[in-house]
C-alpha cells in the first residue's frame, strides 16, 4: 500500500483511441504529480498540481495530453488520439507542502497498438 | 539541458555484501536529492534523501554520501539482502520554481545472489 492508488493498473488501446487515468491519494496533500516512465529509463515529469490549480506542464505534455484536479484530491490524466509513442509507464504522486520524498503510485501501464 | 546519470546500469553482489551505487549530477543549483528502489511493476519507492547542505545521512542498513564539488551522489547498502535485488534511481530537485519537480537518472539495476 503505498498511499496512492492508480487506476486502471493496465490499458491496451488501439492508436487514435481517448484513454483516461485516474489518480487516488489515500490522505489528501496539496500536491500531486503525474510522471512518465519509458522501459530502461527513470520517471520524467509532466505537471503537477497545487490543489486544485496546475501549475507547471512539461513540454512532453502536448496538446493532446490533458490532467484535472476538480476538488484538489483526485486527479485524471487524459491523452486524446492516443499514438504508439505514448505508450509508457504513468506514474502519479503525492506530497505535503514540505515534503519532498512524496510517495508514487503503482503506476498505469499504457500500451499503444 | 541539467540532468542525473548514473555510472553503473548493473550491479550484481552477493548476499551480505555491501553495495555501492553512483550517480552523477550536472546541475549545480539542485539542492535536494533523492534515491528510490523500483521492483518490477511497482512505482519508485523512497529509500532515503539528503540536501545540499549534508554529505551523509544514514538511513536502516543505507547511506547517502553528496560531494557537491564533483557533483557526485552515492548510495550504500550494507548487507544486501536478495530483496534488495530492484532498479535503483537517483533524482534531484533544484527548488525556486521547480520545487517539487524531480529530474531522475536511469537507473542502476542491483542484483544480489543469495
Known amino acids: 500500500d503505498t498511499g496512492v492508488s492508480q487506476d486502471p493498473r493496465h490499458k491496451i488501446t488501439k492508436r487514435g483511441q481517448n484513454v483516461t487515468f485516474r489518480c487516488d491519494p489515500i490522505?489528501?496533500?496539496?500536491?500531486l504529480y503525474w510522471y512518465r516512465q519509458t522501459l530502461g529509463q527513470g520517471p520524467e515529469f509532466l505537471t503537477y498540481f497545487q490543489n486544485e490549480a496546475q501549475l507547471e506542464k512539461s513540454r512532453l505534455l502536448s496538446d493532446r495530453f490533458s490532467a484535472e484536479r476538480p476538488k484538489g484530491s483526485f486527479s485524471t490524466l487524459e491523452i486524446q488520439r492516443t499514438e504508439q509513442g505514448d505508450s509508457a509507464m504513468y506514474l502519479c504522486a503525492n506530497g505535503g507542502g514540505g515534503d519532498y520524498g512524496y510517495t508514487f503510485g503503482s503506476g498505469t501501464r499504457l500500451t499503444v497498438v | 539541458g541539467e540532468s542525473v546519470g548514473l555510472h553503473l546500469p548493473t550491479l550484481s553482489v552477493q548476499e551480505g555484501d555491501n553495495s555501492i551505487i553512483n550517480c552523477a549530477y550536472s546541475?549545480?543549483?539542485?539542492?535536494?536529492f533523492i534515491w528510490y528502489k523500483q521492483e518490477s511493476g511497482k512505482g519508485p519507492q523512497f529509500i532515503i534523501d539528503i540536501r545540499s547542505n549534508m554529505d551523509k545521512r544514514q538511513g536502516q542498513r543505507v547511506t547517502v554520501l553528496l560531494n557537491k564539488t564533483v557533483k557526485h551522489l552515492s548510495l550504500q547498502i550494507a548487507a544486501t539482502q536478495p530483496g534488495d535485488s530492484a532498479v535503483y534511481f537517483c533524482a534531484e530537485n533544484a527548488g525556486g520554481t521547480s520545487y517539487g519537480k524531480l529530474t531522475f537518472g536511469q537507473g542502476t539495476i542491483l542484483t544480489v545472489h543469495p
Open positions: 490522505s489528501e496533500h496539496n500536491r
Open positions: 546541475n549545480s543549483a539542485s539542492d535536494y
